[in-house]
């Protein structure tokens, strides 16, 4: 069996055709002992080539993101991959060699689920894609059971809290325990898997979300309410370029001599890094 083929239909369909016309004994040749059989998923995100794949289940990550996937684009480092559609959990590099079965997806907080796969680069904010998801979730809960119907809502709150640079440690514990309340109480699979994501990112990448409340910092300037610009006072020829383009006013100084940005008039809009034929303004 080829290890990669694309199909047009759902994989778990896609099964079927081969398990009739080859048999469930061929069929189970493939794959695990625990896992038999083959898995399509929809691999997308930051990598080379997107699109439907099947590999046999204890396939590892790092097989379908570097050999059948490509590796990441623009020479970026990996930095996480999401499995398992909106529920799912987020994996690191130190899953790349695990293979992918159903216990060992489990053990790692992810599941397979419908088969989703994002990649994410260096360059994604783990924090920003935990409140993405559970955003997705909380939009699809039907409202019918109480924990899911409040406790998503109050989960996507606190995420929002935390990005916009009011988080507190506390909001840490909250997340896992409101995520551990709606799992143990929720009625159906969406509620029970709605805080996959934010559970595996908070297990994974726990400093990104101290960066954010302690430091009050996004490591990848994604929260653009986290992030200040500022000149570099070494760099700046003091040309007044960016002053007289910043839509609010927010750049002064005198000619010849290091420009300023005043913080609370500045709405983070870029156009003076534009400008800055010396590389003087950027982002911290
Ligand atoms: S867990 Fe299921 S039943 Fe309960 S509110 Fe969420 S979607 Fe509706
Ligand atoms: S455009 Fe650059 S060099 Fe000119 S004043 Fe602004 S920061 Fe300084
Ligand atoms: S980012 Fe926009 S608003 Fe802020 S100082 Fe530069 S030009 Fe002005």
Redesign the pocket.
């Known amino acids: 069996m080829e290890k990669t083929h694309c199909y047009k239909q759902c994989g778990d369909l896609a099964n079927v055709r081969h398990i009739i016309m080859k048999g469930a004994d061929w069929y189970r040749s493939h794959g695990t002992e625990n896992s038999p059989g083959t898995k399509a998923f929809a691999l997308s995100g930051n990598v080379k080539n997107t699109g439907l794949i099947e590999v046999p289940m204890g396939t590892t990550l790092r097989e379908i993101i570097f050999d059948i996937g490509g590796g990441i684009p623009g020479g970026k480092k990996f930095k996480a991959v999401q499995i398992g559609g909106p529920s799912g959990g987020c994996l690191a590099e130190e899953h790349l060699d695990m293979p992918l079965d159903f216990d060992s997806l489990t053990d790692a907080g992810a599941m397979i689920g419908s088969g989703g796969m994002v990649v994410m680069d260096e360059d994604t904010c783990m924090v920003s894609v935990a409140r993405f998801f559970m955003n997705f979730t909380q939009n699809e809960?039907?409202?019918?059971?109480i924990p899911?119907?409040e406790g998503t809502k109050r989960m996507l709150q606190i995420l929002d809290k935390i990005i916009e640079g009011k988080g507190e440690m506390e909001d840490l514990y909250l997340l896992e325990e409101l995520a551990d309340t709606i799992t143990h109480t929720?009625?159906?699979g969406?509620?029970k898997t709605a805080g996959n994501p934010v559970v595996s990112s908070l297990k994974y990448f726990r400093d990104e979300y101290i960066a954010h409340i302690v430091d009050k910092r996004c490591p990848t300037k994604t929260c653009t309410k986290l992030v200040t610009i500022e000149i570099d006072p070494d760099l700046c020829k003091g040309c007044s370029k960016c002053s007289r383009l910043c839509p609010v006013g927010a750049i002064s100084g005198k000619i010849k001599e290091a420009f300023k940005i005043d913080k609370d008039k500045c709405i983070k809009c870029g156009a003076c890094m534009e400008a800055c034929a010396f590389g003087a303004i950027r982002e911290v």
């Not at 809960?141 to 059971?145: A, I, L, R």
Request: aromatic share 0%.
């Open positions: 809960s039907c409202g019918k059971c899911c119907r929720a009625l159906c969406l509620g």
